[in-house]
């Protein structure tokens, strides 16, 4: 089944999934009832699934795991469907008949899951998502062209995230996210946004807001979190969520992807106290160019 990814096909793809499965099910049940050939177990949802690629989802987040569980009920249907059209394994079907109502609920979990990802939204925490992220900060930068409205970008990241979720697992850390993402939610004015880009990376985009601006952003967040002491436990120890920022101001003439590869190369590189949120102002192209020819 050839999919193609906007939100229309999407939608009507699930639709024909659910009656794919449900016309399956059926087939399933004349066999051991009636002794009806039964149909083959459906193939085109795992063959989805498995080429699903990250430029296409946060399939490293909430809908990764939706499609990882999606994809043990498949195989748990089919192994009760391989033991059901054996003789003498009776019980085989009330399994069957229970795992395929299970299944069909993640199904259309799933579904609705894919959906919102495709408006934008990510489903974990309720902020905006990747897949939006780079359209909405174009529209603001044309604002800034247009009429000279300032914007900030700030990137956070959760500290130590891939250690934390080693060792207290994908579920807990979770909760981590969700957390985080409430916080950041909080610390936002009516009219700005914020997105999870990745499973630990946030973009926040304030908007009219100029250098000071957009340090005064990452200092509410700061507020914020010293306000909330959030903790997790970790190694038998209550420790606190804790993030590292920086922000930018763009100009009108900046390139958004460089600025945010510049973002990324402060955050790695030149925030070094982990433990509470900070701050650091990037320089736009241009400023970078001044202050090179200055020094």
Known sequence: MAINYNLDNRMKYFGDLLAEYQTWFLSVIQGALLGKEVSSPPTSLPEWINNLSIDEFNIDGHYGVQAENILQHHAKLVEHFQRLIQPSVPEAFFAFSEDFKSFITELQKFGHTATLEEWGLDVLTGLKNITIVKPDLAIEKQRLSREGHPF????????????????????ASDKIIKTTAGLIQKSLRSYDDAYRISRDHFVICLKQSDTNGGQRGL????????????TFVMDNQEKAIT????????????????LMDNLYIDLDKKIRDQGSVLAFQEMSPLQRFVHKESD
């Not at 993030?243 to 460089?258: F, K």
Request: glycine share 6%; with cysteine.
């Open 152 to 171: 900030s970008i700030g990137l956070a990241r959760i500290d130590d995230f891939a250690e934390i979720q080693k060792k207290i697992g994908h579920k």
């Open 243 to 258: 993030l590292s920022c920086v922000v930018a101001t763009p100009l009108a003439d900046d390139d958004l992807d460089g």
């Open 219 to 230: 200092e509410r967040l700061r507020d914020v979190m010293t306000e909330a002491k959030e």
